[in-house]
Nanobody
Framework: EEQLVESGGGSVQAGGSLRLSCTAS????????VGWFRQAPGKEREAVSC??????TIYYTNSVKGRFTASRDNDTVYLEMNSLKPDDTAMYYC??????????????????WGQGTQVTVSS
């Protein structure tokens, strides 16, 4: 069974840091692009950061540039989040493409989604 599991969410004060991790089972995780998406109540879901299969191409949405860093090894994809703001409060989801050697954010309908991890930033 293909599965993604996120961890590392939690509650922090503004200015704090969290590190999200995403691990996978049942798929060739190291050969596909992986994205971190988030959704806050009443807001649209957005792609926060996406990392290509090789790690050589990384996308960040404008609001997190300079504060978040995505990285990966063979088994895990990470999202280091620094200088957190209350606007970063959301459920964060790890999403893996099904396209081998994919580069861009996994928006294909067959993409695999994790269950999400909650990030709450208080002011």
């Amino acid at each position: 069974e293909e599965q993604l599991v996120e961890s590392g969410g939690g509650s922090v004060q503004a200015g704090g840091s969290l590190r999200l991790s995403c691990t996978a089972s049942g798929l060739n995780f190291g050969s596909v692009a992986v994205g971190w998406f988030r959704q806050a109540p009443g807001k649209e879901r957005e792609a926060v950061s996406c990392i290509s299969w090789s790690g050589g191409t990384i996308y960040y949405t404008n609001s997190v540039k300079g504060r978040f860093t995505a990285s990966r090894d063979n088994d895990t994809v990470y999202l280091e989040m620094n200088s957190l703001k209350p606007d970063d409060t959301a459920m964060y989801y790890c999403v893996a493409s099904r396209i081998e050697r994919s580069v861009s954010c996994p928006t294909d309908t067959a993409a695999i989604w994790g269950q999400g991890t909650q990030v709450t930033v208080s002011s």
